[in-house]
């Protein structure tokens, strides 16, 4: 974590950044998504993957699976998947992509990084 900020205000600015993205995506303009695509990568790999705990759950039950399925599925324990779905721990990007994977391959709420 990125000393001086808290994980709540990392999944803020995530937040922030899948909106404008979402936005840039509308208008068109390559180097703006380029531009947000790098932010939003940067805050990934300090820990914050793509799924919020909601979207997590959202997935593991789009997927029909349990807490304990998904456990045994991706080699957790089950205190572990519970502690993403509570939002205790942020989920690991592999996590997050075999959970979507799982799913379908689609987030519940549409958003799907680019290049995925």
Do not use: N, W
Not at 40 to 61: D, N, Q, V
């Amino acid at each position: 974590m990125v000393k001086g900020t808290s994980r709540d205000e990392l999944l803020t600015a995530l937040e922030a950044a899948r909106a404008l993205e979402a936005e840039l995506l509308q208008c068109g303009s390559a180097d703006a998504k380029r531009r947000v695509e790098h932010v939003r990568l940067y805050l990934e790999k300090l820990g914050y993957g793509t799924l919020s705990p909601s979207e997590f759950k959202a997935l593991r039950t789009k997927a029909g699976l349990t807490q304990e399925d998904l456990a045994r599925i991706l080699d957790r324990r089950l205190r572990q998947v519970r502690r993403y779905e509570r939002g205790d721990t942020p989920v690991p990007h592999d996590v997050g992509a075999k959970l979507r994977d799982l799913a379908g391959g689609d987030g519940p709420t549409g958003y799907e990084p680019s290049g995925s």
